[in-house]
């Protein structure tokens, strides 16, 4: 009998059992109270859920094979067959073979059964154990009256768990800790490898339904906006729901919810369904609730929502075990919570900062290249400077290449949100459903690829400005979430299901003609107008020719830095060709020209070799005056020099320093060869020459 064991309570001696055939099972509580199983010698009774069993008990606490009573050395014996929870003799579980005695009673999960030679002996000497739960225990009629009079009444609280308690014998002495210990850690690692909150939830439900006697719970998480405040139950929000006949959720026990965030610590309440108490409060009646536990997610101090367990079998409630796991599970999802709160954080900041980053760098440009002494940009920096500070969405218009973004850079740093982000985003580079979610974000598995959550615009750019350069590419769908946006209602990410909330102010650009687009129905007109608050018209640069000289020495100035170039300056024949030209392309084709010709420039002047322009822009002069049509006539240098510089100062109103620039000599050079030859500024300073003289 090597391995065998005999509990020292067991007082009926352990004789060789001859008559085989006198041996039963008996089931003393649940819905199989009072059934009867003949043990067969020749035969192994199996015991569990599953129904190829000879005894079929239907307890989700068991398991499919839980237990096993077979006859071997002239003994009946029961054996485990490592289940779930264990098979318990007064309260113990065994290991190995357990011989059985008369009258012995066993228990799997809830169930209790006893093992008896003499039915009739049996049935007329002894009663199954009956209480109002219709489980088998050993409690006294006086203390089942004591819990008659405390409910409904929470019947158990759990400040801490023996889960986490370090001495060997709270886990060694108590029923399922070994198992429950073991799942516990099980657990703890799928919980550490969980990358969201809804995961998370997810995982830490499928964990306690394992052990549990639960067969509904949900996971209610407070906002993260509400953290470290005094907890409200009416914030919780639900993260993650389970029910195992796909009961639809009904948000619940709000009461049991309110005691825990109160006191934070876990609690079991039972015959729910008979308390006017919960029926009043919450929404239990419909679900037909038994017993709850409610346990709180916890870490210092710091609350971050509770965890629900429902038990509508009046045979299978939950109890203070059950709790204890509940709360040990709740402390390390509080970790792994944390952990994920703290990562998503860490992501959103590492995004803005990236933002920032690229806006301080750009903001070193914006002095620079908004740039130019023409009227036309004096008139666009007064705009600014109103507009700026009002915070009105502000839509920019003007053709392609003309600086618009700088304009909106120029808003944001002369606006309240200057020490925001600023964030850019182009409309007409990507696809609708990209376009969507560049701007709002997604959630995890929320289309092919995306393998994470992902920080959208409007998010990037919270508290700071937000500029969408041609805005007029947007589809109609878009254009109608972009709208509730604008008028602040709440968005919310791609496969999402939680409301972002932002204060962004958006400038938007367009080249397109909106009154067509709205017209044609491509536009929404309630989007044209909110759009249309404040409006801004950049000139295209053919208008603002006094400011080619400028831009060009500027980016002349930056090409030859950035590829270490020697080439310091433009020769006049060189200028004349840029200020001629009618720049279809507007600054972006004359900052392409000037870093095209630094790289073709042989020495250290830019010749008009060194100038390549479009074929888009030849031919065409724009609003400025045609040259002379005189044709050739004899002319010595010196002469054409005089009559070209005389031109270049009527062209630029006299203005000197702009006039060197153009011919591309010092402002002192200048003055010497109009004194050389003798020239003044006349009171009527135009010159009969409508533009430079042409080489």
């Not at 992501?347 to 914006?366: H, M, P, S, Y």
Request: glycine share 6%; with cysteine.
């Amino acid at each position: 009998m090597s391995g065998s064991q005999i509990h020292p309570d067991d007082k009926s001696p352990l004789l060789p059992q001859s008559n085989l055939s006198d041996a039963y099972l008996i089931v003393r509580n649940g819905p199989l109270r009072g059934t009867e199983l003949a043990l067969d010698a020749r035969k192994v009774a199996g015991i569990g859920r599953s129904t190829l069993n000879s005894l079929s008990v239907p307890d989700e606490i068991c398991s499919r094979n839980h237990c096993e009573v077979f006859f071997d050395s002239g003994y009946w014996k029961l054996r485990d067959l490592k289940s779930r929870n264990g098979t318990r003799v007064n309260g113990v579980a065994i290991s190995g073979d357990y011989i059985l005695s008369d009258r012995l009673q066993f228990q799997i999960g809830n169930t209790y059964l006893v093992f008896t030679r003499d039915v009739a002996k049996f049935n007329a000497e002894d009663s199954p154990v009956q209480n109002d739960s219709d489980t088998a225990t050993d409690i006294p009629v006086s203390t089942l009256d004591e819990i008659d009079e405390l409910r409904p009444e929470i019947v158990h609280r759990t400040g801490t768990t023996r889960y986490t308690r370090a001495d060997d014998e709270s886990i060694s002495s108590r029923d399922r800790a070994g198992q429950e210990a073991q799942r516990l850690v099980c657990l703890g690692l799928k919980m550490g490898a969980a990358g969201e909150t809804s995961s998370l939830s997810e995982i830490v439900l499928e964990g306690l339904f394992e052990v549990t006697s639960a067969d509904i719970g949900a996971v209610l998480l407070i906002p993260t906006n509400q953290l470290g405040k005094r907890p409200d139950r009416h914030h919780l929000e639900l993260s993650a729901y389970k029910s195992l006949d796909a009961r639809p959720y009904e948000r619940t026990s709000d009461y049991v919810s309110g005691v825990v965030l109160e006191t934070r610590v876990a609690v079991v309440a039972q015959d729910v369904n008979a308390s006017d108490r919960f029926q009043n409060s919450d929404s239990l009646k419909a679900m037909r609730a038994e017993s709850i536990i409610c346990a709180p997610i916890r870490v210092g101090n710091t609350l971050f929502g509770v965890i629900q367990l429902f038990s509508t079998n009046p045979d299978n409630r939950l109890d203070s075990e059950d709790s204890e796991f509940a709360l040990a599970v709740a402390d390390q999802m509080a970790l792994a919570l944390e952990r994920i709160l703290e990562r998503n954080r860490l992501a959103a900041g590492l995004a803005r900062v990236e933002t920032e980053n690229q806006t301080l760098r750009d903001k070193l440009q914006i002095e620079t290249e908004l740039i130019g002494e023409s009227d036309a940009i004096h008139r666009l920096r007064e705009k600014i400077l109103r507009v700026a500070p009002t915070g009105a969405t502000v839509l920019i218009r003007g053709e392609s290449g003309v600086g618009k973004e700088l304009v909106a850079r120029a808003i944001h740093e002369n606006s309240e949100r200057k020490s925001g982000p600023f964030v850019t985003m182009n409309c007409a580079a990507l696809s609708e459903s990209l376009l969507e979610s560049e701007l709002f974000g997604h959630e995890k598995g929320a289309f092919t690829g995306a393998i994470g959550r992902k920080i959208g615009k409007f998010e990037q750019s919270h508290n700071g400005t937000l500029f969408l350069d041609e805005v007029g590419e947007m589809s109609p769908a878009i254009q109608a979430k972009f709208l509730r946006v604008l008028e602040g209602h709440p968005f919310e990410r791609l496969g999402g299901g939680t409301e972002v909330k932002v204060d962004v102010r958006v400038v938007a650009a367009t080249n397109r003609d909106l009154e067509k687009s709205v017209e044609q129905g491509q536009f929404r007109k309630d989007l044209y107008f909110r759009l249309q608050v404040m409006e801004l018209f950049v000139e295209p640069l053919r208008n603002r020719r006094l400011d080619i000289a400028i831009l060009a020495k500027h980016f002349l100035e930056r090409s030859a830095k950035k590829s270490h170039s020697l080439v310091t300056s433009i020769s006049s024949a060189a200028m004349l060709n840029l200020s001629s030209y009618f720049w279809p392309g507007n600054i972006r084709e004359l900052q392409n020209t000037i870093e095209r010709a630094v790289i073709l420039c042989i020495g250290d002047t830019i010749g008009s070799a060194d100038i390549q322009l479009s074929a888009l822009g030849s031919g065409r002069s724009g609003p400025a005056p045609e040259a002379s049509s005189e044709g050739y006539r004899p002319a010595s240098v010196e002469l054409v020099e005089q009559e070209h510089i005389l031109a270049t100062l009527a062209w630029t109103k006299w203005n000197k320093s702009q006039a060197a620039q153009i011919l591309g000599v010092e402002r002192s050079t200048l003055d010497r060869k109009l004194k050389k030859y003798e020239v003044d500024r006349p009171q009527s300073w135009k010159c009969r020459f409508a533009m430079p003289y042409r080489l």
